[in-house]
């Protein structure tokens, strides 16, 4: 039969506007909040295409298969398989899928678009996967769903699975669904593996029941044992795979780093940023010699964006559109631990105190004018704890660093002249 | 009269009825994130406003279902037997939210029982133009359309009905308008052909 | 006094016309009603039996318009019809199916229920009473629909392809109900003309929404001209576009 007459009365084709207008409104406010890195770009336009076709999709797949049912399609003793049959079938709503996630890419493209990388294979892969399950669920309850309940059940239930969990605890049900939050990853992090794996593995199981349910119906035994044991199987090893995931899906990065060698100090940024390297290089050699100065310590060896693993190894971040100011900043702050330590959430921890003070001090050593700090980190009075101790000796002030950086990672240390 | 009530389901009916009211009490102001074009941000939806569509699913099921044929030519008022039906259980459950939410059950109690009237006759008005296969397309698309055009919280203006507290008189008024000019269309429709 | 169609206009869609200006009268007594496919035959028993309304003009049966809401409780009290789908109720045995027909047309449950046992005998339904309509052959069913045309004691019986998908014996049998229904007046669309002559008093003929004959079954069959009457020959000549 000519494709086109299959799709004509594909109800697909006539959703197609309607998911990608709703895609659009999905996505249009997220485009600015891209980072600079085609994995948050790629988890961005899946889970806006997740959440736009999932739940369309379902329920385009409910009428269509009760569109078949009423045609007497399935009782008509075809030759090809129940499988194929419904592949078919659902062929025109995986088609419209696909034309909508492209079309997703298209909007996020422009924002990455100069940046090295490309679209996430195995995010993508994972999102048509979700898609493609709810939509044979979708064709199989349609088989016996009357289109007037089953249209609206599959599109507010898969809806709901797709929204809801994030508002839930356990923490662990939102990284089942396939939605990922609608963001992912900064440059310095990566979307964690396990999470596709679940997503993967329950889109599997929904798709094995919808063909079971479709070419055998409810009343086998065996299809109902399915029904329950297949998910519940799928279940326990995807929670399996995410329990003790937090509320995000991102671990650190730990490779994709670009060097180059300035004056004998290795200096390396994430490859998206390497058109940024040589000017980041140029900055940060010389800014972390005053610093080493300062704070006692031999200057580094290298200087990444990656995990500083050593003492020789310092940390620093070439965010988009920073300047010279902005990176040095970013030096010197990378001292500072970038969280409260873990007792602080049982204990009174006094360190926080100390994070203004000591970034605003470390960022003068690096050579960054007053001005400049103090539009960063707030005003300098002639009587505050920065300026009492810049106009110590050199001795008194290392002392002051190293005590009150102690302080910040620890709730048994209190910080010293913070005030 | 018992085989009318079987063949339009309305024990079903009434069961899904009732679980409805108790899965509206159990809801709470539980909310589901579903995303504002106006806003440009995800709002928080409360499930009791949306459980209420697939009530109004089964309800329209229930009173459209039977042999269209048989009961267009039928001596007795088979349409006024639909629609007494779908008044009765939509008024039914609107006792019930009334309850619910004077009773400081669950403030959104009266809302989704309005959403229910509203919602069904919505339905039915698809119904008529589409027959009862694609009856529950108009209620649907219409709520998801109001999810997508709200600000968030505060007053709504009358089209947003699905989306207003229990207070919002105007909502009442505009849901009950969808709700008689659905009963009306459905007892003044003619024949379809074709059926499902 | 049978059923009158006056002037009556219908149409499914607006520009496609079915009827455009029919003023005909059904015979009474045992009428059949033929035609080729898509000549409007379903569509003249459904106006008979008020399924439809015309857009212009009037059907009636002893003064009785069902267009008119006063009048239409009377007039399809004494209409049954059967229509050419039949479709099992859901939940439903055969007998509850046919008892809701005749509870339908305004018997009272129990009456609907007693005649229902006198319907299911008539089409030779009665060892499947309690079955499930869901599990009936196509003939089966097909059954089930005449014994719902039967059930409330109609005085005008439209059946519409009431012998398709019916085997030999069952096809007797309908001939054995048919020859019973004596003082009603009966209007059968079939495209089965074997019996024409000893079943059917008077012939239709109906071809794009246009009465081609009505009269007696003698006179439609002497129009062959032939030795041997035949209803083939006398619908061939009359049918537009055929040898």
Redesign the interface.
Not at chain 2, 69 to 76: F, I, K, N
């Given at each position: 039969m000519p494709l086109h007459r299959w799709l004509r009365s594909a109800a697909a084709l006539y959703a197609l506007p309607v998911m990608g207008v709703y895609l659009y409104l999905l996505l249009s406010g997220e485009l600015q909040n891209i980072a600079d890195n085609w994995r948050d770009a790629t988890v961005v336009a899946t889970s806006s295409g997740v959440m736009a076709l999932g739940p369309t999709c379902a329920a385009v797949g409910a009428w269509e298969g009760a569109r078949l049912r009423r045609g007497g399609v399935l009782d008509g003793t075809p030759v090809r398989r129940p499988a194929a049959v419904l592949l078919w079938s659902a062929l025109p709503i995986g088609a419209a899928a696909v034309a909508v996630l492209a079309f997703a890419f298209a909007l996020v493209t422009p924002e990455v678009g100069g940046i090295p990388g490309a679209p996430d294979p195995p995010v993508v892969a994972v999102g048509l996967l979700v898609i493609g399950a709810w939509s044979l669920a979708g064709v199989a309850a349609g088989r016996f769903l009357h289109p007037a309940i089953g249209v609206p059940l599959l599109l507010i239930g898969t809806w709901l699975w797709l929204a809801y969990p994030q508002a839930l605890e356990p923490l662990w049900i939102r990284h089942l669904t396939g939605e990922n939050l609608g963001t992912c990853c900064s440059t310095d992090t990566v979307l964690d593996r396990r999470v596709l794996w679940a997503q993967a593995l329950v889109a599997a199981a929904v798709a094995v029941v919808a063909y079971l349910v479709w070419s055998r119906g409810f009343r086998p035994i065996a299809v109902k044992a399915a029904v329950v044991a297949v998910p519940a199987a799928a279940l326990v090893v995807a929670v399996s795979l995410v329990d003790g995931l937090g509320a995000d899906s991102d671990r650190p990065r730990t490779g994709g780093l670009e060097c180059v060698r300035e004056q004998g100090v290795e200096v390396c940024v994430w490859r998206e940023r390497r058109a940024r390297l040589g000017y980041a290089a140029r900055l940060v050699v010389p800014a972390s010699r005053r610093l080493a100065v300062a704070i006692g310590m031999p200057a580094p060896r290298r200087i990444t964006e990656g995990a500083a693993r050593d003492r020789e190894s310092w940390h620093f971040t070439v965010a988009p559109q920073a300047g010279d100011d902005d990176v040095v900043f970013a030096l010197a702050t990378g001292f500072l631990p970038p969280a409260s330590p873990p007792c602080a959430k049982d204990r009174e921890f006094d360190g926080d105190a100390a994070y203004v003070p000591v970034g605003t001090w470390l960022a003068i050593k690096a050579g960054l004018p007053r001005a400049v700090v103090a539009a960063k980190t707030g005003p300098m009075e002639n009587g505050d704890a920065v300026t009492r101790v810049l106009a110590r000796p050199r001795a008194d002030q290392i002392r002051w660093f190293r005590r009150n950086l102690a302080a910040l990672r620890s709730c048994d240390i209190r910080p010293v002249d913070v005030e | 009269?018992?085989?009318?009530t079987?063949?339009h389901q309305v024990a079903r009916t009434a069961l899904t009825m009732g679980c409805t009211v108790v899965l509206v009490a159990l809801a709470g102001e539980?909310?589901?994130?579903?995303?504002s074009?106006v806003r440009?941000?995800?709002i928080?939806t409360p499930?009791a406003l949306?459980l209420p569509?697939?009530a109004?699913?089964?309800l329209?099921?229930a009173a459209?279902?039977?042999?269209a044929?048989?009961?267009?030519?039928?001596?007795?008022p088979?349409r006024l037997y639909g629609a007494v039906l779908v008044a009765a259980a939509c008024g039914g459950v609107l006792a019930a939210g009334v309850v619910l939410t004077w009773g400081g059950l669950q403030p959104l109690g009266f809302a989704a029982a309005r959403n229910l009237l509203g919602l069904t006759g919505l339905?039915l008005i698809g119904n008529r133009a589409h027959g009862?296969?694609?009856?529950?397309?108009l209620?649907?698309a219409y709520l998801?359309l109001t999810l997508?055009v709200r600000h968030g919280a505060g007053p709504m203006p009358p089209w947003l009905w699905p989306l207003a507290d229990s207070s919002d008189v105007a909502a009442a008024v505009t849901a009950a308008v969808a709700f008689a000019c659905g009963l009306v269309l459905h007892l003044r429709a003619?024949?379809r052909?074709g059926?499902? | 006094m049978p059923i009158s169609f006056i002037s009556c206009a219908f149409g499914y869609r607006r520009g496609s016309p079915v009827f455009t200006d029919l003023s005909f009268r059904l015979p009474e007594g045992r009428t059949v009603l033929l035609g080729p496919n898509g000549a409007g035959k379903s569509t003249l028993l459904g106006l008979a039996a008020s399924l439809h309304f015309p857009s212009a003009g009037a059907v009636a049966y002893k003064g009785l318009d069902p267009r008119r809401r006063r009048d239409r409780a009377s007039y399809r009290r004494l209409v049954g019809w059967m229509p050419q789908d039949i479709r099992p109720v859901p939940g439903l045995t055969v007998r509850e199916q046919i008892g809701y027909a005749g509870w339908l047309k305004g018997m009272s449950r129990r009456e609907a229920w007693r005649r229902s046992a006198d319907a299911l005998d008539a089409v030779a339904l009665g060892p499947l009473a309690g079955r499930r309509c869901g599990q009936l052959s196509g003939g089966q069913l097909r059954r089930v629909g005449l014994a719902q045309a039967l059930v409330h004691d109609a005085e005008v019986i439209l059946l519409d392809e009431p012998t398709a998908g019916l085997d030999p014996g069952q096809r007797e049998r309908f001939r054995q109900v048919v020859t019973r229904l004596g003082g009603r007046h009966l209007v059968v669309s079939t495209h089965q003309t074997e019996d024409l002559g000893d079943l059917y008093e008077s012939v239709v003929v109906l071809d794009g929404g246009t009465v081609k004959y009505a009269g007696s079954t003698a006179e439609f069959l002497a129009l062959s001209g032939d030795r041997v009457p035949s209803a083939e020959a006398s619908y061939a000549l009359l049918v537009a576009g055929e040898a």
């Open positions: - | 009269m018992d085989l009318w079987r063949v539980s909310a589901v994130p579903a995303p074009l440009g941000a995800l928080g499930i949306a569509l697939a109004a699913a089964v329209i099921r459209t279902a039977g042999p044929v048989l009961e267009d030519v039928a001596v007795r088979a339905a009862r296969a694609a009856a529950t397309v209620p649907t998801f997508m003619r024949h052909p059926g499902d | -």
